[in-house]
């Protein structure tokens, strides 16, 4: 009989994202009657720019005509939205970036899980706690993450704290680590950090010869000055850090799929007898070896986000979710309630009132409000005691929900 991957009976039995939707499910089938608002939810609600659309409908129509039809395009990204890119998203920001240093893929979560395969076993792998929970996982399933302690953590993850006290911006490790997951800003706190704050996580890399694998789902929603849109801008970055972008909160890409990943030529890792390596040809390797690049009708969607108008309805976008995210903070602030991020971030981290459990008080606020939230614990130890919200339903929806738990007696 074939073995099967060991790593992946690791894992907890239950994804925590299914036993989530596995608890709404049984209060729908008991409550069919009931208006249920999910104020946890990680997808977004608005249509895409109108601009994507438009492109699409021309780049699907190509696809019908012999004569503009294409197959397979370049594994890593056609040209023409690497140039949007790199002109946009970089130079704007004082960063120069060659072609072949930007990877165009079908989602973040794709290349979160997937960059670990060019890393060696044994490094020592510092996440967040609380933490966006692919990190983990993906170097579960990897093999990557060494054995379970007593204590529930992975002998080869150093769990970086995020606490109210440090206003949930992490220490830098006491001892050597090797490979650091940052996502700023934060899923699920909201927060950011400032350039001073991540030039300190640059430095380390580069004193420890770390690589930072730096999340920027979110580097849309950066609205206050001071903070770093890009890791690159940071003096130094290119030796130490891959950064992950992704349009599904830029642009509403969720269901479309497309994403980006910029390894720098500058980028080295060491082979197990100490000779440098350009990480850049491993993740152009693996990129050329696994995948067959996104979809052209998608790639010209993602291109027409960069036009002029397409930058305006971006903005409108993510502006429509942070005022949704302000409503909930000013809302859920006048009653009471301890509230973090929602500024620079579409996600709101709430403490749970009267120390209640984070499951608890998810099950609390289901069955009396029928208003659905993330419970903390869910995102790691640290995240217990607290709940996400988050600005991406719909501005109604999201009214309502503040108006149930304005007139709740319940907490
Ligand atoms: N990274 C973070 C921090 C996220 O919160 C998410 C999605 O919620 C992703 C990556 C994955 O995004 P996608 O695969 O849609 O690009």
Not at 355 to 373: A, D, K, P, T
Request: hydrophobic fraction near 35%; aromatic fraction near 12%; include cysteine.
């Amino acid at each position: 009989m074939a073995l099967v991957n060991g790593n992946y009976l690791k894992l907890p039995e239950y994804f925590f994202f299914n036993d989530l939707e596995g608890k709404i499910n049984a209060y729908k089938l008991l409550h069919p009657e009931a208006k249920l608002i999910r104020m946890g939810r990680g997808d977004v609600s608005q249509a895409i720019p109108e601009e994507a659309a438009k492109a699409m409908a021309d780049a699907a129509k190509e696809m019908g005509v012999l004569e503009t039809f294409r197959g397979y395009g370049p594994e890593t990204g056609y040209k023409f939205l690497k140039d949007k890119i790199i002109k946009f998203d970089y130079n704007a920001y004082g960063i120069q970036l060659e072609q072949d240093e930007v990877f165009v893929s079908d989602g973040s979560k794709s290349d979160v899980g997937n960059i670990g395969h060019i890393f060696g076993r044994d490094n020592i792998i510092a996440i967040t706690d609380p933490v966006y929970p692919v990190y983990e996982n993906a170097a579960i399933m990897g093999g990557r993450s060494g054995h379970l302690a007593d204590d529930g953590l992975w002998s080869n993850i150093v769990y970086l704290g995020c606490t109210a006290e440090n206003g949930f911006k992490p220490a830098l490790p006491q001892d050597h680590v090797d490979i650091i997951y940052l996502c700023y800003p934060n899923n699920p706190t909201g927060i950011a950090l400032t350039k001073a704050e991540l030039k300190k996580w640059v430095d380390y890399a580069l004193d420890n010869q770390a690589i930072i694998i730096f999340d920027g789902a979110y580097c849309a929603y950066i609205r206050e000055k001071d903070i770093p849109h890009s890791i690159y801008e940071i003096k130094g970055a290119k030796k130490c850090a891959i950064e992950i972008r992704s349009y599904s909160k830029t642009g509403g890409f969720t269901g479309l799929r497309c994403s980006y990943t910029i390894v720098p030529h500058e980028l080295m890792g060491s082979t197990e007898t100490g000779e440098d390596v350009e990480v850049n040809k491993l993740w152009n390797r693996r990129a050329t070896t696994y995948y067959n690049g996104t979809s052209y009708i998608v790639q010209r969607g993602a291109e027409a986000l960069y036009s002029k108008k397409g930058r305006e309805q971006c903005r409108a976008l993510t502006d429509y979710y942070l005022e949704n995210c302000k409503i909930i903070r000013d809302e859920m602030t006048a009653c009471g309630f301890e509230v973090y991020g929602g500024v620079n971030a579409p996600h709101l981290w709430i403490k749970t009132p009267g120390g209640r459990s984070s499951w608890r008080f998810f099950q609390e606020m289901l069955y009396e409000l029928g208003v659905v939230c993330t419970p903390g614990a869910g995102f790691g130890n640290l995240g217990e005691g607290y709940f996400r919200f988050t600005g991406f339903n719909q501005r109604e929806a999201i009214l309502e929900a503040m108006e149930r738990i304005r007139n709740w007696k319940g907490y």
